[in-house]
């Protein structure tokens, strides 16, 4: 099969060009001047299928690289499949995602790998890779740190938070960054003073603060930027590369580019939700049938910053400046019905997160519109940069010969409703949007996974398991 699109604009993270995109079989063959001559060749006449681009952008497909698909989490389990959550990662544009493979403490991280990798096979509508989560480093996890590099699973997450579920102490975070260093993996931190935390949790609910607004106001931004802070020392200590996820607080941005600045190997990734909402939007927020426990919708970790702050304008800005190099969305949803509403009396019962999957380079895309960011910078961090960052860069997050050809024709005069209803956009396995009634200024016309079209003109037209595994290389800005 041998697709030609033609008369686009193609962005790349580099720069813009009107050419054509020739993709034979699963990969991009070549990258042509537009009119698809060459050297007197008629390509479009020697193809099976021409897609016309005209007005529309070419862009590399979006690769989210922090998803949490069906993980289990506080007694149940995110409520989007590899099926059902992949299926709208592509209608939203997005061809790749990097998942989590969950060990919780006591847990051995090969079963867990082996449990994860069984999970998605056969479910996913686009490509798929796994960092690993370590929550108790035994010794055993150690060893598999270097099993799991010839998977190609390079990067590893901690966390300083959720003591007796997923908190490491120092010492632990030492002894796998020690082994980071070693082995050239990528060491991914949640970076929030989880002991903070709890003792301030405690108190609001004594206090009877039991409404979600107070996740926030317990999870303050002092506890996001010390950890930030203590997890920076410990990489300068062992030398490991350290990538802070889910940055929310200006302070913990702050910490990073001060490091970067020092020439330490310090990444930061923010989230679609620390750029357009609030604490006191969102988690503040009430409605004639949930009350003040509405702000469930938007329960995740870290929480929704304050306006009044000023984080989300200084998230946008570092995303300019890279300060932050990327943006993922940290897809974690839960329904209210039966999974949030598990905290309706106490907000430290609800499940965290939030789902985004689908709206990212939508969300994106729109910073564009408004001039946060340039277009390229879009490509650069929804597809480029998370490429490079966990080793798939070449084949993914580029478009060029011998690249995969995942590709997403995106119509800047198109236009995207999100939420539910009649002419909204919606595909998520929730039963609400955390975006409804976003307004997004373009338009997701086709996707295309490996030379594969699975989304044309709002209709689905891919196959469950469409979607391959993508062993990782180590990460390509390290050297
Ligand atoms: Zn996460």
């Known amino acids: 099969m041998k697709t030609l699109i033609t008369n686009g604009l193609v962005v790349n993270s580099t720069g813009t060009a009107l050419a054509d995109v020739l993709i034979d079989g699963e990969t991009i063959a070549a990258v042509l001047a537009p009119g698809s001559q060459l050297l007197g060749f008629d390509v479009a006449a020697n193809v099976d299928a021409v897609i016309d681009a005209r007005g529309k952008y070419v862009i590399p497909g979006g690769i989210d690289a922090h998803t949490h698909m069906e993980m289990p989490f506080g007694g149940t389990s995110a409520s989007d499949t590899f099926e059902t959550g992949t299926r709208a990662a592509a209608w939203g544009g997005t061809t790749s995602i990097v998942d989590f493979v969950v060990q919780y403490a006591g847990e051995n991280v090969i079963d867990q790998y082996t449990l994860w990798q069984a999970k998605a096979a056969g479910q996913c509508a686009i490509d798929y890779g796994f960092h690993q989560i370590l929550s108790d480093v035994q010794d055993s996890s150690l060893v598999a740190m270097d099993e799991l590099l010839k998977e190609g699973v390079s990067s590893f997450k901690l966390f300083m938070a959720y003591k007796g579920v997923?908190?490491?102490?120092?010492?632990?975070?030492?002894?796998?960054?020690?082994?980071?260093?070693?082995?050239?993996?990528?060491?991914?931190?949640?970076?929030?003073?989880?002991?903070?935390?709890?003792?301030?949790?405690?108190?609001?609910?004594?206090?009877?603060?039991?409404?979600?607004?107070?996740?926030?106001?317990?999870?303050?931004?002092?506890?996001?930027?010390?950890?930030?802070?203590?997890?920076?020392?410990?990489?300068?200590?062992?030398?490991?590369?350290?990538?802070?996820?889910?940055?929310?607080?200006?302070?913990?941005?702050?910490?990073?580019?001060?490091?970067?600045?020092?020439?330490?190997?310090?990444?930061?990734?923010?989230?679609?939700?620390?750029?357009?909402?609030?604490?006191?939007?969102?988690?503040?927020?009430?409605?004639?049938?949930?009350?003040?426990?509405?702000?469930?919708?938007?329960?995740?970790?870290?929480?929704?910053?304050?306006?009044?702050?000023?984080?989300?304008?200084?998230?946008?800005?570092?995303?300019?400046?890279?300060?932050?190099?990327?943006?993922?969305?940290?897809?974690?949803?839960?329904?209210?019905?039966?999974?949030?509403?598990?905290?309706?009396?106490?907000?430290?019962?609800?499940?965290?997160?939030?789902?985004?999957?689908?709206?990212?380079?939508?969300?994106?895309?729109?910073?564009?519109?408004?001039?946060?960011?340039?277009?390229?910078?879009?490509?650069?961090?929804?597809?480029?940069?998370?490429?490079?960052?966990?080793?798939?860069?070449?084949?993914?997050?580029?478009?060029?010969?011998?690249?995969?050809g995942d590709v997403v024709i995106y119509d800047p005069n198109g236009h995207t409703s999100i939420g539910f209803g009649e002419g909204r956009s919606h595909h998520m396995n929730m039963d609400y949007s955390a975006w409804e009634g976003f307004e997004i200024d373009g338009h997701v016309d086709t996707v295309i996974s490996r030379g594969k079209v699975i989304v044309d003109d709002d209709r689905y037209l891919g196959t469950k398991g469409d979607g391959q595994y993508v062993p990782r290389g180590l990460s390509q800005y390290l050297i």
Not at 225 to 233: L, Q, V, Y
Not at 274 to 289: I, K, M, N, R
């Open 166 to 404: 997923f908190l490491s102490d120092d010492g632990q975070i030492t002894k796998a960054m020690q082994k980071a260093a070693s082995n050239g993996s990528m060491i991914m931190m949640h970076a929030e003073n989880g002991s903070v935390i709890d003792l301030l949790v405690q108190q609001a609910i004594a206090a009877g603060n039991t409404s979600p607004y107070f996740h926030g106001t317990t999870r303050p931004w002092q506890a996001e930027e010390e950890a930030t802070h203590r997890a920076i020392m410990l990489a300068n200590l062992t030398g490991a590369p350290l990538y802070v996820v889910h940055v929310s607080a200006k302070q913990a941005v702050a910490q990073i580019a001060t490091a970067r600045d020092a020439g330490q190997n310090v990444f930061g990734e923010t989230c679609p939700q620390y750029l357009y909402l609030s604490l006191e939007e969102q988690l503040a927020a009430s409605s004639t049938e949930w009350g003040t426990f509405e702000g469930a919708k938007w329960v995740c970790s870290t929480p929704l910053r304050s306006r009044e702050e000023g984080h989300q304008h200084h998230m946008w800005q570092s995303l300019r400046t890279n300060d932050i190099q990327m943006v993922s969305t940290d897809h974690c949803p839960f329904c209210m019905k039966g999974q949030k509403d598990m905290g309706l009396n106490d907000f430290s019962k609800i499940p965290n997160g939030i789902g985004s999957v689908e709206h990212r380079m939508d969300l994106l895309f729109q910073g564009v519109v408004d001039k946060q960011i340039s277009l390229e910078r879009w490509v650069e961090v929804t597809s480029t940069t998370p490429a490079r960052m966990f080793g798939m860069y070449g084949k993914k997050g580029v478009i060029q010969p011998g690249a995969d």
